[in-house]
């Protein structure tokens, strides 16, 4: 086993509803059914989560448009990791 493996709860769906907060200024729960499952909503595409240390700090999706092309939704990220190219890197 890899001395550097880390295996951690999928946690997204937390900072998403987070960030919608903060955007929105309220969190409408039901509104966001794709979260609830995101390994099977987001199968055809690719969903990935950014990390500094424990902290999960940024989340972002493609999703198949056509065969060519990919439309990035879910990005979000924390609020002291904003405007530091961390969304660049997702």
Known sequence: VRSDLTIRPFAA???ILQGLGEHFGFVDETANPDLDDILSN???GD???AWIGDALVDTG???P???DVRRLVRMLAIVD???KGV???V
């Open 65 to 67: 448009e056509t065969s």
């Open 81 to 83: 990791q904003r405007r």
């Open 61 to 63: 999706a493609l999703i």
């Open 42 to 44: 987001f199968a055809d």
């Open 13 to 15: 769906r937390a900072l």
């Open 87 to 89: 969304g660049s890197k």
């Open 47 to 49: 969903f990935v989560c």
